[in-house]
């Protein structure tokens, strides 16, 4: 009985806590996906398994265990405490959250993912990460939507769209821009005092990204041109131009 608990334990990838002439090595080792510095060979040294990280399976029984559990910020093999589920979870031990943004630029969600990265460079002959400060690492803003053109009749409601994603979250102005006679170029923010124009900005749809809209109702020869999204925040700017175009 216990030789086949092993060998089914072994085809989930993970290894019984017998010794190893108690083991019966699979056919065939199962697939694992995760860092060659967080691999290491089960109890029965049949099979790779990998050291677990926030959120991992875990148990001695199974010979699961967390990575740098020894360290303090290594991840500690929390199990139920009313005994019900034989395994546990791998949970960082440092008790402040996260997210802390890394010296080289990736955030991390615990000050433990940190660690482990860190740890992970230093075995490749690498520099170690350590934290840079307490939040999400700051991006520059990108355009995750353009504006493009908008052809259309006098009269008729038309809108230009425009979204971006950044950290810290970027604001977004919309700029008429006219092409003066000595080859300047002169910006006018909308609405500016144009009546037949409405701007409307909110957050989202998603975490960090903000939309925006500039609406012509109704839609008047003087409001054709090119429009500039202009997405801005701490780390700098971007921004991607539209025409409205008249058709006659």
């Known amino acids: 009985m216990k030789l086949v608990i092993c060998v089914v334990f072994m085809l989930l990838g993970l290894s019984h806590s017998q ?3 108690e083991c019966s090595c699979p056919e065939s080792c199962p697939e694992i996906s995760c860092p060659a510095e967080l691999r290491v060979r089960d109890r029965c040294d049949c099979c790779e398994t990998c050291l677990g990280v926030e959120g991992s399976v875990c148990s001695e029984e199974i010979g ?12 500690s093999c929390v199990m139920d405490p009313t005994g019900k589920d034989r395994y546990g979870e791998c949970h ?32 490749r002959n690498s520099s170690k990460v350590d934290v840079a400060y307490h939040g999400e690492c700051e991006e520059l803003p990108i355009l995750t939507r353009r504006p493009g053109n908008v052809n259309n009749r006098t009269g008729e409601k038309v809108y230009l769209a425009c979204e971006a994603y ?14 003066l006679e000595d080859e300047s170029e002169m910006f006018e923010e909308m609405p500016s005092d144009r009546l037949n124009m409405a701007v409307q900005i909110r957050g989202g749809p998603d975490k960090h990204k903000i939309s925006a809209w500039v609406l012509v109702d109704p839609l008047m020869n003087e409001d054709a041109g090119l429009y500039e999204c202009l997405a801005s925040n701490t780390q700098g700017s971007v921004s991607d131009k539209g025409y409205i175009n008249i058709i006659h």
């Open 92 to 123: 960082c031990k440092h008790p402040k959250k996260g997210p802390f943004c890394g010296q080289d630029g990736v955030t991390y969600k615990t000050k433990c993912d940190l660690q482990v990265a860190s740890w992970m460079r230093v075995k």
């Open 19 to 21: 010794s190893p002439d």
């Open 64 to 75: 699961r265990f967390c990575a740098l559990s020894d360290h303090k910020y290594g991840f």
């Open 166 to 179: 950044g950290i810290p979250t970027p604001h977004i102005t919309f700029r008429k821009i006219t092409q």
